[in-house]
């Protein structure tokens, strides 16, 4: 019987290494359940939803797996292709352009450099001043956005009946099956967080993939 093939959508939060030998939670995660799982981590630094949505069309559409684990990244960001669609999922999100990092765990062969994500927030003072010259508030307009992929992401998920788990790590906003902060004492929180990012450690990335994740995952592929 072959290994369920998890694929994994998410931000920096899901990519991130605090060093080469500090694993992040999917690759943890592909360490467990005796090692039956394989964990295609897809997740793009500094990604939106806008991008992960088209990477799991992409996905759905040409590409087979079992299970889809959705870590949205944080509100008001957006990507910019400076190449054509095809060339951009070939190399985020196609299961076979992969690289396998470790027994279990595949990985993107390289980045792009065509791929420029980017955060629409402004600062306050700057937020205010627009507000006051243009009597507008975009922020409120992008979480309608935010939302509106959310939904759309959800929908084509259940529409082809895949098994799937989405979470937020910090914001609170989209109705996710978890939130973990939500999830963390504020003593557990402030242990795992290395930066103004809401990076883990390692000992958080462990906690995320064997408390979080997995027994949300196990009985399910």
Same mark, same amino acid.
């Given at each position: 019987?072959?290994?369920?093939?998890?694929? $994994?959508?998410?931000?920096?939060?899901?990519?991130?290494?605090?060093?080469?030998?500090?694993?992040?939670?999917?690759?943890?995660?592909?360490? @467990?359940?005796?090692?039956?799982?394989?964990?295609?981590?897809?997740?793009?630094?500094?990604?939106?939803?806008?991008?992960?949505?088209?990477?799991?069309? %992409?996905? @759905?559409?040409?590409?087979?797996?079992?299970?889809?684990?959705?870590?949205?990244?944080?509100?008001?960001?957006?990507?910019?292709?400076?190449?054509?669609?095809?060339?951009?999922?070939?190399?985020?999100? =196609?299961?076979?352009?992969?690289?396998?990092?470790?027994?279990? #765990?595949?990985?993107?062969?390289?980045?792009?450099?065509?791929?420029?994500?980017?955060?629409?927030?402004?600062?306050?003072f @700057?937020?205010?001043?627009?507000?006051?010259?243009?009597?507008?508030?975009?922020?409120?307009? #992008?979480?309608?956005?935010?939302?509106?992929?959310?939904t #759309?992401?959800?929908?084509?998920?259940?529409?082809?009946?895949?098994?799937?788990?989405?979470?937020?790590?910090?914001?609170?906003?989209?109705?996710?099956?978890? =939130? $973990?902060?939500?999830?963390?004492?504020?003593?557990?929180?402030?242990?795992?967080?290395?930066?103004?990012?809401? %990076?883990?450690?390692?000992?958080?990335?462990?906690?995320?993939?064997?408390?979080?994740?997995?027994?949300?995952?196990?009985?399910r592929?």
């Open positions: 019987m072959s290994n369920s093939k998890i694929v $994994v959508l998410g931000c920096s939060f899901s990519k991130w290494i605090n060093s080469p030998k500090s694993p992040n939670w999917p690759m943890i995660l592909s360490t @467990l359940g005796n090692k039956q799982l394989d964990v295609y981590n897809l997740a793009v630094n500094g990604n939106s939803i806008e991008f992960q949505v088209l990477q799991l069309d %992409h996905i @759905l559409q040409t590409q087979e797996c079992d299970f889809v684990i959705w870590q949205l990244p944080p509100r008001f960001r957006g990507t910019f292709l400076d190449c054509d669609l095809p060339t951009a999922m070939s190399v985020t999100s =196609t299961l076979s352009n992969t690289k396998q990092r470790s027994e279990n #765990y595949f990985v993107p062969k390289k980045e792009s450099t065509d791929i420029i994500q980017w955060n629409s927030q402004l600062s306050p @700057l937020n205010k001043l627009r507000r006051s010259i243009l009597k507008h508030n975009a922020s409120y307009h #992008y979480n309608f956005r935010d939302d509106a992929w959310f #759309y992401g959800v929908s084509m998920l259940e529409k082809r009946n895949k098994l799937y788990l989405t979470f937020q790590h910090v914001d609170k906003n989209f109705d996710t099956d978890f =939130t $973990v902060q939500s999830e963390l004492t504020e003593e557990q929180w402030n242990q795992f967080v290395i930066d103004d990012g809401f %990076h883990f450690n390692e000992k958080g990335s462990e906690y995320v993939a064997t408390e979080l994740v997995y027994p949300r995952v196990k009985d592929v």
